[in-house]
């Protein structure tokens, strides 16, 4: 398990959980990242700024999509994304949590912004985690792709189809 920067003190009053390669560990064995990725709501922007800019965290330079990448006193990468996503604030306000006990976004929601990325190493974590998934969960997540990605349900259900064969489970 790599050594990620503990924000939880620095964080302390403001709901953020992490997502991205770092939050899939709570789903399925962990894989190399080079940066922690954490999603707040778009509102708390300059709070989480200023906390983070005051714990000597430095803005390296703004992202593509809405957040700024930043570098950790101790030289680590911390990319803060901010969005206004309808299921957002069920999202912060569930979070699971890792075996290193950092708040992480629940399983559904995590589903819902790698399917909304597209990238091939999305792709690639969701059948991951959805392979290894308890029928419970893999239910959980059908539910929340019906309700905010209805499109994208058949492709959910491919994505099952081929975690569940790649864990032969």
Same mark, same amino acid.
């Given at each position: 398990m790599?050594?990620?920067? *503990?924000?939880?003190?620095?964080?302390?009053?403001? &709901?953020? @959980?992490?997502?991205?390669? @770092? +939050?899939?560990? +709570?789903? #399925?064995?962990?894989? #190399?990242?080079?940066?922690?990725?954490?999603? @707040?709501? =778009?509102?708390? &922007? *300059? +709070? @989480?700024? +200023? &906390?983070? =800019?005051q714990a000597d965290y430095q803005i390296i330079e703004q992202l593509a999509i809405p957040g700024y990448s930043l570098r950790s006193p101790e030289g680590v990468e911390v990319d803060v994304l901010f969005r206004n996503d309808t299921w957002l604030k069920d999202a912060l306000n569930q979070p699971a949590h890792d075996s290193a006990g950092y708040p992480v976004i629940s399983l559904p929601y995590l589903i819902l912004l790698k399917m909304d990325a597209q990238r091939a190493q999305d792709w690639a974590d969701i059948s991951r985690m959805l392979g290894l998934a308890s029928d419970a969960e893999l239910d959980a997540v059908r539910a929340i792709v019906a309700q905010y990605m209805p499109e994208d349900s058949e492709d959910l259900e491919s994505l099952i189809f081929i975690g569940k064969q790649e864990y032969n489970s």
């Open positions: 790599n050594p990620w920067p *503990d924000l939880r003190p620095i964080l302390n009053g403001i &709901k953020w @959980v992490i997502v991205g390669g @770092v +939050a899939t560990r +709570a789903y #399925m064995p962990e894989r #190399m990242t080079k940066d922690l990725d954490i999603l @707040v709501h =778009q509102n708390n &922007k *300059d +709070a @989480v700024l +200023a &906390k983070l =800019q």
